[in-house]
């Protein structure tokens, strides 16, 4: 539709010129054999089947050569809006050349080039730059106006694809991707072609994650879908590859991914921690979230390899794995992180291993989270506070795995079962895994029914007899952490700045009013005797309401018994005094070689030295001793001495 007009000076015309599948409008034209040009001029191209345009665009300067089958456009308002409706987008671009043999179309930006700059520019650095090209907009409903950049790009005709070069990231959600070489491939209906060996970075606020090798399928503005590879970096800067078979957006637009990892794929947290089981990113949290089970790497047990069970979220510049009062494998088997006393009288760690037995009973138990301390080769469990600051309250226990020792502070479980008299105890145990020997280093509060005037005697010649070493409580912290045990920790706070400012309490708190408060006492495990046996000085530090702080010669014997756990404490304040106290049946027997403390016993009606049994309790009674059984108890005391240092003579 138009007219043409011959003049001598060329054949010009104006309106609607079809061709090939090519149709143009124009007011001008110039003809001449093989060519025609145009100033301004709307362009389309049609489908195959003639019904529906594939590419239309408008005010280009045009120049069309049948002889080179080549029509050349270029915009006349910087860049000019093309649209591509079987593919259902559009962009913006100032430079086509349509190659009508090869039924293509390339379209240039030239007002906006790419750099070799921009080549070498890490993918998070590119998001706060005005990147080259043009806009490539998809007008696809379902798609939200997903958007790109490119600075150039091919059409073909026959096939109805759109491919864009240098492209260098793409928007969706909150990840940016960044396709290989830059290239990405658009197909009928705004379907992007699978970008292959892409780089995903999530999120864009805080760029914590990195994905590569990535094949993606972006959906629109707000969704895509991967598989990708990602390198988790431990302690030391080591990357350790993870493959997610799962990446998406989830109903907040955020990016995650779910990956797995095999038992036998000798994936590490860290050198201390070997993981298998499921891996989760979220991409904006900066750590990754694991579930499934870790292994310790240590060889102070007999037992294969164990998957210690958790989930959580893992920093890998801090390893802090969750542990449960009762843990277990991953299979479901119940584990413990204790020192434990067997049915068979040793003492064991197990150090989220199982049990021997599983009614064997805990010394000292730990839980919160397994932490691993390279510069001591340690694993320490306890609670985020204690594993930040060991002198504070609560369970530890610490494995050694250079020499498969054990450390266990905090409250210990003796396992005692002595009726009336109660004994609690506070500090330190310490296990030898390889010969089962534990040592313990305890605060030991004491409560049984006594005559009081006999203990009041006690305590006063114990804190009058300037011969006996005194107890420096400002440097124990042990007595510091077992009176924070005991009383709480705001009170203890208030007796500790007693204890550092007078070097003892002005008054001894209703808290601590204990038969005997042991303030330091050592003791080894003798499994032969099933035996808890005190080592070197004994440490009192009241005796009821009276302080005594003080440190003196003498035994205590814990023996456990099917009939019944014996306690025999022995005293020696020196030569000519000591005290002696033996009990089991739930009877105690005392005996001293002070006359008035034996008259305290015998001149008390037995009515008075008997409590009845009440809620559950025993009746117990108290009596007196025979100085015969003291010395029975210090012989054989004597010899466990000696039996106890042989082994250090003959090495």
Request: aromatic share 12%; proline share 3%.
């Amino acid at each position: 539709n138009g007219r043409v007009v011959l003049m001598p000076s060329g054949l010009t015309g104006r309106g609607k010129i079809e061709f090939e599948k090519a149709e143009m409008e124009s007011n001008l034209y110039k003809f001449k054999e093989h060519v025609f040009d145009s100033d301004t001029a709307n362009f389309r191209l049609r489908t195959y089947d003639l019904t529906d345009l594939a590419f239309n665009t408008e005010n280009y300067k045009s120049h069309i050569d049948f002889k080179k089958r080549i029509g050349e456009f270029k915009s006349n308002g910087g860049v000019s809006k093309v649209n591509f409706p079987v593919n259902r987008y559009i962009c913006y671009m100032d430079m086509l050349d349509w190659y009508m043999d090869k039924e293509e179309i390339a379209l240039r930006n030239t007002k906006k080039p790419g750099s070799e700059i921009l080549d070498k520019m890490p993918l998070k650095d590119l998001l706060s730059y005005d990147l080259p090209g043009s806009d490539f907009v998809s007008t696809h409903p379902s798609q939200d106006s997903l958007k790109f950049r490119a600075t150039k790009a091919i059409f073909n005709m026959k096939d109805y694809v759109l491919t864009a070069q240098d492209v260098k990231l793409i928007r969706v959600a909150d990840a940016v991707i960044a396709p290989e070489n830059g290239k990405v491939t658009i197909l009928r209906q705004a379907e992007m072609q699978q970008l292959n060996n892409s780089l995903i970075l999530a999120d864009t606020a805080k760029k914590y994650h990195y994905m590569y090798k990535a094949r993606t399928i972006i959906q629109g503005k707000k969704n895509y879908i991967a598989t990708a590879y990602y390198d988790y970096t431990d302690e030391n800067d080591k990357k350790h590859q993870i493959f997610f078979d799962k990446v998406g957006v989830d109903p907040n637009n955020r990016t995650y991914a779910t990956g797995k990892i095999s038992d036998s794929s000798d994936f590490a947290l860290s050198p201390a921690f070997d993981f298998a089981g499921e891996v989760q990113l979220k991409a904006n949290k900066q750590n990754l979230y694991f579930i499934g089970g870790t292994q310790l790497f240590h060889a102070c047990t007999d037992d294969s390899k164990i998957w210690l069970k958790f989930n959580s979220e893992i920093n890998p510049k801090e390893i802090l794995i969750p542990i449960d009062a009762e843990p277990k494998e991953v299979n479901g088997r119940k584990l413990a992180s204790a020192i434990l006393y067997s049915n068979t009288g040793q003492i064991y760690t197990a150090f989220a291993s199982p049990k021997r037995v599983y009614s064997d009973s805990a010394v000292i138990s730990a839980n919160g989270f397994i932490t691993y301390k390279k510069d001591k080769k340690e694993y320490w469990i306890a609670s985020k506070t204690k594993l930040s600051n060991p002198d504070t309250l609560g369970n530890m226990l610490v494995l050694d795995v250079n020499s498969c020792v054990s450390k266990g502070d905090g409250k210990i479980n003796l396992g005692t079962k002595l009726g009336r008299v109660s004994m609690d105890s506070y500090g330190f145990v310490t296990n030898n895994m390889r010969n089962n020997e534990a040592t313990f280093d305890l605060v030991m509060p004491i409560n049984f029914f006594f005559h009081p005037e006999a203990l009041k005697m006690l305590g006063q010649s114990l804190f009058s007899n300037n011969s006996l070493n005194s107890i420096d409580n400002v440097a124990n912290n042990k007595i510091k952490k077992a009176f924070g045990e005991i009383l709480g920790e705001k009170e203890a706070e208030k007796v500790i700045n007693e204890i550092n400012m007078y070097g003892a309490l002005r008054r001894v708190p209703d808290k601590l009013d204990y038969t005997m408060l042991l303030s330091d006492v050592k003791f080894r495990y003798d499994s032969t005797t099933r035996s808890f046996i005190s080592l070197g000085d004994i440490g009192i530090g009241n005796i009821g309401k009276n302080q005594i702080n003080k440190y003196v010669k003498g035994y205590i014997q814990i023996q456990k018994k099917r009939t019944g756990d014996v306690l025999n404490i022995y005293l020696e304040l020196d030569d000519a005094e000591w005290y002696f106290f033996t009990y089991s049946n739930n009877q105690m027997q005392a005996y001293s070689s002070m006359k008035d403390f034996n008259d305290f016993i015998t001149q008390e009606k037995p009515e008075k030295r008997r409590l009845e049994a009440e809620s559950g309790m025993p009746a117990y009674s108290y009596y007196l001793s025979t100085e015969r059984r003291k010395n029975d108890f210090v012989k054989r005391m004597q010899a466990a001495e000696v039996t106890q240092d042989e082994p250090e003579q003959s090495e």
